[in-house]
Nanobody
Framework: QAQLVESGGGLVQAGGSLRLSCAAS????????MGWFRQVPGKEREAVAA????????YYADSVKGRFTISRDNAKNTVYLQMNSLKPEDTAVYYC???????????????WGKGTLVTVSS
């Protein structure tokens, strides 16, 4: 059974950094794009960043450009999200997702993790 498990969330002060990880298991995600999304209670889930299997195409939401970096280690079936200069508005549950096609459209992703909470205090 395909499984994506996020880790690395927590409480951090504004201006701080966190590194999220997402480990894929249970099936091969070879040639799959991977992405990070976030959701605040009461709001729609939004795309944060996405990366192709070959790492040659990367997308970022405008709100995180220059602060967040997505990367992946295909040998380890793991995708990362390095988050720097965190702001209180970055507070959300962060989810990773996998899909054969790369996009920044939430509805276009087939496999999802259960999420990890990131809280940024002011």
């Amino acid at each position: 059974q395909a499984q994506l498990v996020e880790s690395g969330g927590g409480l951090v002060q504004a201006g701080g950094s966190l590194r999220l990880s997402c480990a894929a298991s249970g099936r091969t995600f070879s040639y799959y794009a991977m992405g990070w999304f976030r959701q605040v209670p009461g709001k729609e889930r939004e795309a944060v960043a996405a990366i192709s299997w070959s790492k040659d195409t990367i997308y970022y939401a405008d709100s995180v450009k220059g602060r967040f970096t997505i990367s992946r280690d295909n040998a380890k079936n793991t995708v990362y999200l390095q988050m720097n200069s965190l702001k209180p508005e970055d507070t959300a549950v962060y989810y990773c997702a996998a899909d054969p096609r790369l996009s920044m459209v939430v509805a276009g992703w087939d496999y999802w993790g259960k999420g990890t909470l990131v809280t940024v205090s002011s």
